[in-house]
């Protein structure tokens, strides 16, 4: 790519979507909890933006090359006005949510006890909402300026960074554990992979990749559905001698490619069924924990945090978060999960063809 020199292009675009998934989360958390709550979400979003951005500044060094040309603290002080996008990405995540729940809570709070600018009922309501939102907005400002202010000259970093040392960067390593599972974190884990990817072209422990990240368990514990039933799938449109088991198989096979398994959840049925309950506990574990420890033994690579499409087919999945390998692996593991339902499925089919076949001679009578 750089050869070419299509890289900038690039990295245009990830600079303007997973560079900037902090945004998203910010706005995005603040103006659903104001639309839960009853209250306009969209000024609870703006708001939530303007704090967020309040609450840092530039802490990344500016480098020409291999030579720094503004050190990281020198951008403290010398590049304020500039807005840092390495706290807009995944390094910014925990904060963001932090800001995103507080600014909901407080701005929905001062809606909710009318602590705002009251306007007459013939005022448009697009009007009407503008002013109601100056009060919560104006008092939320000041209040994360302060907030600033204070890490500024008392910690001399942004509580954006302090967030990030003090507690995503632990949290992060406590999930890169074999029972590690935190949505957010394993998201940022993701970007993190991502970033490291994008820049050296491989992920490695030695460039601080992480095993466990939302591509582990989208791919390796929920792909084909909840459960992961594309085995069973595959024993009821081939196997199955009850005509249900079949129908629903049939139904069932192309949604499962597309990682949809709701017709076999609900029409086997697999929920409150004591029969398939256990392959449906077992088979995802037994995926992401083998998974997890073919990637620690350096068999399988670390995967790249490409966070593909949830309805993207596995091993085409397999093969984009992280190469031929994987694509290879995941393959193994589906052919895995037929065996692991097999014993139950057989067993649950030929009680439902025992009740069919009772049925019929039943009705020829």
């Known amino acids: 790519?750089?050869?070419?020199?299509?890289?900038?292009?690039?990295?245009?675009?990830?600079?303007?979507?997973?560079?900037?998934?902090?945004?998203?989360?910010?706005?995005?958390?603040?103006?659903?909890?104001?639309?839960?709550?009853?209250?306009?979400?969209?000024?609870?979003?703006?708001?939530?933006?303007?704090?967020?951005?309040?609450?840092?500044?530039?802490?990344?060094?500016?480098?020409?090359?291999?030579?720094?040309?503004?050190?990281?603290?020198?951008?403290l002080t010398l590049l304020q006005g500039f807005i840092d996008r390495t706290w807009l990405g995944g390094q910014g995540m925990i904060a963001a949510i932090i800001v995103g729940l507080i600014i909901g809570w407080i701005y929905t709070w001062f809606v909710k006890h009318k602590i705002t600018i009251k306007l007459p009922e013939q005022v448009p309501p697009a009007v009407a909402n503008s002013f109601i939102a100056l009060i919560p907005a104006a008092v939320l400002t000041a209040m994360w300026l302060c907030v600033y202010i204070f890490f500024e000259k008392v910690a001399h970093t942004t509580m954006t960074q302090w967030i990030y040392t003090t507690i995503q960067t632990p949290l992060q390593g406590i999930t890169d554990s074999f029972g590690g599972i935190a949505g957010p974190i394993l998201g940022a884990n993701a970007l993190q992979n991502a970033a490291i990817f994008k820049k050296y072209g491989y992920v490695d422990a030695a460039h601080g990749g992480h095993i466990v990240i939302q591509g582990l368990f989208d791919q390796f514990s929920t792909v084909?559905?909840?459960?992961?039933?594309?085995?069973?799938?595959?024993?009821?449109?081939?196997?199955?001698?009850?005509?249900?088991?079949?129908?629903?198989?049939?139904?069932?096979?192309?949604?499962?490619?597309?990682?949809?398994?709701?017709?076999?959840?609900?029409?086997?049925?697999?929920?409150?069924?004591?029969?398939?309950?256990?392959?449906?506990?077992?088979?995802?574990?037994?995926?992401?924990?083998?998974?997890?420890?073919?990637?620690?033994?350096?068999i399988l690579p670390y995967l790249n945090g490409v966070q593909v499409p949830w309805?993207?087919?596995?091993?085409?999945?397999?093969?984009?978060?992280?190469?031929?390998?994987?694509?290879?692996?995941?393959?193994?593991?589906?052919?895995?999960?037929?065996?692991?339902?097999?014993?139950?499925?057989?067993?649950?089919?030929?009680?439902?063809?025992?009740?069919?076949?009772?049925?019929?001679?039943?009705?020829?009578?």
């Open 1 to 75: 790519m750089n050869q070419t020199g299509l890289t900038p292009f690039w990295n245009q675009a990830y600079n303007a979507s997973f560079g900037i998934v902090s945004v998203f989360a910010v706005v995005g958390i603040a103006y659903q909890w104001a639309k839960n709550e009853g209250v306009e979400g969209l000024p609870a979003g703006m708001t939530a933006f303007v704090g967020f951005l309040i609450l840092m500044n530039s802490t990344t060094p500016v480098m020409n090359g291999a030579k720094t040309v503004v050190s990281a603290q020198q951008a």
């Open 311 to 365: 309805t993207t087919p596995p091993v085409i999945s397999g093969f984009l978060i992280g190469g031929w390998k994987v694509a290879i692996w995941q393959a193994i593991i589906l052919i895995i999960s037929f065996f692991v339902y097999l014993p139950f499925a057989r067993s649950y089919d030929n009680m439902l063809y025992k009740q069919e076949q009772a049925a019929k001679a039943k009705e020829e009578k």
């Open 224 to 298: 084909t559905g909840a459960g992961m039933t594309i085995g069973l799938v595959v024993f009821m449109c081939f196997m199955a001698r009850s005509a249900q088991m079949r129908s629903i198989g049939k139904l069932a096979l192309v949604p499962g490619i597309f990682n949809i398994n709701e017709p076999v959840l609900f029409g086997v049925p697999i929920v409150m069924n004591p029969m398939l309950a256990l392959p449906f506990f077992i088979m995802p574990p037994l995926s992401a924990g083998s998974t997890y420890l073919l990637i620690k033994a350096g």
